[in-house]
């Protein structure tokens, strides 16, 4: 995905009111995973991902196409997926698009602001510790929130992902760029990026799945990129969860390595079309703005 600048430090001191903890349910059903470890997942159809992009995202932002001749949406886009059609086979020919993952699930619990991550389910050794910003008004929100308290005796389990597409694609798309190929390059930049992001919601998914909720999902893929499923995914450079330092403690976490994924000096992933998330089965785990 494009890379994201470090956000300006925020203010994080508390104001007047502020609770040390929201009012999000605490009762909600514990959906438990099937596994409590990682895992790497390979050689995946680049047609399944596909399904899951966001043409509107790509079609109108990343390559600047717009409905002609009175067009409505579906006509629009079903004009523009022949392009698309071609990108993609052109990048499958040329084994450009490499999807890989690194996700796992693990004992989790919050405390105040922070999500500790516990090194076995007997939640005895800490491993690592995520610090997120809580809102300076209502409803006073913060990622940890969404997870039980440490101090509670309950358990709880975090779910956490990492996906490329590999180098491939960036470094033909730099080719293009060095030779004047402009078009081109807009081509297959703009799919990449849109390949990226549509292996993360894929993913997304299948997380959901394992973990036994993904039947609360809408009744169509274009209602995911709405947040109509249960939980949410949260990316770190975003205002939820800003610091993008955390981006070296998910490669930890997961592993990167295997998926050749790394973290640069100013902690950004590489390969370039990389993202990583963090996974909450709390339903009111959606989009906020800290």
Request: charge should be negative; include cysteine.
């Given at each position: 995905m494009p890379k994201r600048s470090r956000l300006e430090p925020q203010d994080t001191s508390p104001v007047e009111g502020q609770p040390a903890r929201s009012d999000v349910a605490m009762d909600n059903p514990l959906f438990v995973p099937p596994f409590v470890a990682t895992r790497v997942a390979k050689g995946i159809p680049i047609d399944d991902i596909a399904e899951y992009m966001n043409l509107t995202a790509l079609?109108?932002?990343q390559w600047g196409f717009r409905p002609e001749n009175g067009e409505d949406?579906?006509?629009?886009?079903?004009?523009?997926?022949?392009?698309?059609?071609?990108?993609?086979?052109?990048?499958?020919?040329?084994?450009?698009?490499?999807?890989?993952?690194?996700?796992?699930?693990?004992?989790?619990?919050?405390?105040?602001?922070?999500?500790?991550?516990?090194?076995?389910?007997?939640?005895t050794s800490e491993w690592?510790?995520?610090?997120?910003?809580?809102?300076?008004?209502?409803?006073?929100?913060?990622?940890?929130?969404?997870?039980?308290?440490?101090?509670?005796?309950?358990?709880?389990?975090?779910?956490f992902m990492l996906c490329t597409i590999g180098p491939?694609?960036?470094?033909?798309?730099?080719?293009?760029?060095?030779?004047?190929?402009?078009?081109?390059?807009?081509?297959?930049?703009?799919?990449s990026v849109e390949m990226a992001e549509a292996t993360a919601e894929y993913w997304h998914h299948r997380v959901r799945e394992e973990l036994g909720f993904a039947n609360e999902d809408g009744p169509s893929l274009a209602g995911l990129f709405r947040q109509t499923y249960r939980g949410g995914r949260y990316s770190w450079g975003y205002p939820a969860c800003p610091d993008l330092t955390d981006n070296a403690k998910v490669v930890e976490l997961l592993g990167g390595e295997r998926i050749g994924v790394t973290v640069s000096e100013g902690f950004q992933l590489h390969p370039e079309q990389t993202t990583d998330a963090i996974i909450c089965h709390h339903p009111e785990a959606k989009y906020f703005v800290a």
């Open positions: 079609f109108r932002n949406d579906t006509e629009f886009k079903d004009r523009v997926r022949a392009t698309l059609r071609d990108e993609l086979a052109k990048a499958k020919e040329a084994d450009l698009l490499i999807p890989q993952v690194a996700y796992g699930h693990f004992a989790a619990n919050a405390e105040g602001n922070d999500l500790i991550i516990w090194k076995d389910e007997a939640r690592m510790r995520f610090t997120f910003p809580r809102q300076r008004k209502e409803p006073w929100l913060c990622i940890a929130d969404f997870f039980r308290a440490s101090d509670s005796g309950d358990e709880d389990f975090a779910s491939r694609a960036s470094e033909e798309a730099a080719r293009l760029f060095a030779e004047n190929q402009y078009q081109n390059y807009l081509f297959l930049h703009g799919l």
